[in-house]
């Protein structure tokens, strides 16, 4: 139960930033198109045409990649392009969160799956890093859950 709380804090956090319209418009300007197709829900034959002529690695504002953006969206199939492109599963925004922590916060499980099949690193532990500070959460043990 412990964990649950600390996962739905961590979220809102992390995902439920308000943007006022002048920022959103500067955020805009500093990702790459590859980035805003995704966000902006754009079709996946958009999405992949831009993915043969951009480099899939290149990072947007606040140093996340189109394969993290994905994962956060929940986009299987573009994830699964993104990984078939040489995507950097491991790599890590400013934050040092990696796609497949996107996926978890999300319970987005086939695309964790997907991301673990190409190799994402993975443990029982999630280490947070914010404004210099490390959090780490410790899913609990099968029986504790329910204490």
Known sequence: MKIRIIK??????????????ASEAKKEAKNTPLIRAIQQNNSEEE???????TDVNKR???GRTALMIASDKGKKEI???????????NATDQLGRPALLYAKLKNFTEIEK???MHGAADSNDFFLI?????????PPLENEEDQ
């Open 8 to 21: 739905i804090l961590l979220v809102s956090f992390f995902f439920s930033v308000k943007i006022s319209p």
């Open 47 to 53: 999405i992949k045409k831009l993915m043969s002529t």
């Open 60 to 62: 947007g504002k606040n």
């Open 79 to 89: 994830v699964k392009a993104l990984l078939e492109a040489q995507a950097d599963v």
């Open 114 to 116: 997907l991301l673990k």
């Open 130 to 138: 914010c404004k210099g500070l490390e959090v780490t959460i410790t």
